[in-house]
């Protein structure tokens, strides 16, 4: 039996698709795993890209994806929401295969991500210079675009 990749290869159209769904993305969804058991989770984290267009967000230090990122940083985002109506499945959502890095607040550009970051997350001005939370920017290396029923493209860092 031969297998053939589901996956058609992007074209500008995708990737412009892709980029958007990642811009406009005010959450996504975090897979990690769990550093205890081995086993996957799933946390729901707010989210703003810098200015080369990664992926970037605001985690507290209590949360349980923060120390997991810490044991091992390679994870995905699922981003993307189904309409109001329709099958949720045939609403575009984009999987970035990602590594987590921390930017802490000593790091060059830290003061221009956190201005980045407040200015597409408002409310977080609230708590991002508590102690416990810091920025963590998610390099790029991979995703997946489900763009609509029957059209999925594989996409590479460069397609970023």
Request: proline share 7%; net charge neutral; charged share 20%.
């Amino acid at each position: 039996m031969t297998q053939s990749d589901p996956y058609q290869t992007p074209d500008a159209a995708a990737r412009l698709q892709a980029q958007d769904l990642l811009f406009q993305a005010k959450f996504a969804a975090l897979a990690f795993l769990r550093p205890d058991t081995g086993l996957p989770s799933v946390s729901r984290i707010a989210l703003a890209t810098d200015e080369a267009g990664c992926p970037v967000s605001l985690i507290s230090t209590l949360a349980e994806h923060t120390c997991a990122l810490s044991a091992c940083p390679n994870c995905a985002l699922l981003i993307g929401e189904p309409a109001d109506k329709g099958d949720p499945l045939t609403h575009p959502r984009l999987t970035l295969h990602v590594i987590a890095q921390p930017v802490h607040r000593d790091m060059a550009g830290y003061g221009d991500l956190r201005d980045r970051y407040l200015a597409r997350r408002p409310k977080a001005k609230l708590y991002i210079d508590f102690a416990d939370f810091g920025l963590v920017r998610f390099a790029i290396q991979g995703g997946l675009l489900n763009a609509v029923f029957g059209r999925a493209c594989r996409l590479t860092a460069q397609d970023f």
